[in-house]
């Protein structure tokens, strides 16, 4: 589905937004067709109540906003080790392996093995230091070690603080994923201790 067709948009909307154009839909129909093709004509919203019932299934289950910054707040008190271990937690829930890299390789902190048994590798650079913005540097240096070592792909985790435009646009043109926002808020969730 495309990011900004109609669907997807409602999906991102709160629930009874499609709700909303459901009804409006019913009315049009209802005020500008013969009674007799009022059903048929309104039978055309059922594929956007069924996104409607969809996006209230997927809010009802999303963890509350005070969860989240509960957790974000804790990542980001944690020393590096509980920090890593936390992102382990988590990738390893999702059924992949990972190894911390020797502190040497600086540019990356954790090599990822996808869990779909193709044994590619994602090298991460776990950034969970403050920054006013993250610049280009960090993201050249995952690109050469990743080139370096050969894994598949890189991905920056950006806990604190925001990335530059010049960075965002050095990692889409390089293959490199940035792991921020509701993404890393959903990892930081799945990584907790007890879940």
């Known amino acids: 589905m495309a990011p900004n067709s109609g669907f997807a948009v409602l999906l991102r909307s709160p629930w009874w937004v499609s709700f909303a154009v459901v009804g409006a839909i019913v009315l049009a129909c209802a005020a500008l067709l013969p009674s007799h093709l009022v059903?048929?004509?309104?039978?055309?919203?059922?594929?956007?109540?069924?996104?409607?019932?969809?996006?209230a299934w997927r809010q009802w289950r999303a963890p509350s906003a005070a969860r989240v910054e509960a957790a974000r707040a804790a990542a980001a008190a944690?020393?590096?080790?509980?920090?890593?271990a936390l992102l382990?937690?988590?990738?390893?829930?999702?059924?992949?392996?990972?190894?911390?890299?020797?502190?040497?390789?600086?540019?990356?902190?954790?090599r990822l093995v996808r869990g779909d048994g193709s044994g590619q590798s994602v090298l991460v650079a776990a950034r969970r230091y403050k920054a006013a913005s993250h610049g280009?540097?960090?993201?050249?240096?995952?690109?050469?070690?990743v080139q370096g070592q050969g894994a598949q792909a890189g991905t920056y985790v950006v806990l604190q603080g925001s990335v530059s435009d010049a960075a965002?646009?050095?990692a889409a043109a390089?293959?490199?994923?940035?792991?921020e926002g509701a993404a890393l808020d959903a990892l930081l969730l799945k990584g907790q201790p007890g879940r």
């Open 168 to 170: 965002r646009q050095f």
């Open 88 to 110: 382990t937690r988590a990738w390893t829930a999702e059924g992949h392996g990972v190894q911390p890299l020797p502190q040497g390789a600086q540019a990356a902190d954790l």
């Open 136 to 145: 280009v540097e960090p993201l050249r240096a995952l690109h050469a070690l």
């Open 78 to 84: 944690m020393p590096w080790r509980g920090f890593q």
């Open 39 to 55: 059903p048929f004509a309104a039978a055309g919203a059922l594929p956007i109540a069924v996104i409607g019932c969809i996006a």
């Open 174 to 179: 390089h293959g490199l994923a940035l792991l």
